[in-house]
């Protein structure tokens, strides 16, 4: 009798394995997704660019001009504002939907690595109080970035512009 439960137990096992494997040797079809804009996505592309940053230029990106409430057929262009608390994303589209040109800002975002290393290089006693993060996009020339930062040290003040690399510009 126990030998026959082994036996029943052990058939259950084998048949259960084999029924998961069967169920994940599958073929599935190979699919590759390209963004429409996705030359705004990769001149924009900064790995440490802070959460807001990121959505709204994924939105800006993927938004389809053609399906919007806003589509009409006699229109050549397209503006588009995309909004956060953080800042916004002023986006220029053709009549196709493709992406032409943005102007982003956005205030008192974390900063990347790069920025404020370079600041703690150059400036060690002083503290960033404020910074404005600005972009400026055109399909012909890519992306411009740029940080104006305000240090402070006790009562003195200076401002700064750093590219997303952390160089010092002016």
């Given at each position: 009798m126990r030998r026959t439960k082994l036996t029943i137990l052990m058939l259950a096992l084998t048949a259960g394995i084999a029924t998961h494997l069967q169920a994940q040797v599958r073929d599935l079809p190979e699919v590759t997704v390209v963004a429409k804009n996705y030359k705004y996505l990769r001149s924009t592309n900064n790995k440490d660019a802070a959460p807001?940053?990121?959505?709204?230029?994924?939105?800006a990106a993927s938004f389809d001009v053609k399906s919007s409430e806003y589509y009409e057929d006699d229109n050549d262009m397209y503006y588009i504002t995309f909004y956060l608390p953080e800042g916004y994303v002023l986006a220029v589209y053709d009549q196709e939907g493709k992406l032409l040109r943005t102007a982003e800002k956005f205030k008192n975002i974390s900063l990347p690595s790069s920025v404020r290393?370079?600041?703690?290089?150059?400036f060690p006693n002083w503290a960033i109080s404020k910074d404005i993060y600005i972009v400026k996009y055109g399909?012909?020339?890519?992306?411009?970035?740029?940080?104006?930062?305000?240090?402070e040290n006790g009562s003195k003040r200076m401002r700064v512009k750093t590219d997303e690399n952390?160089?010092?510009l002016d």
């Open positions: 807001p940053v990121k959505l709204l230029e994924h939105k290393d370079a600041v703690a290089k150059r399909e012909e020339a890519g992306a411009k970035m740029q940080y104006k930062l305000l240090l952390g160089e010092f």
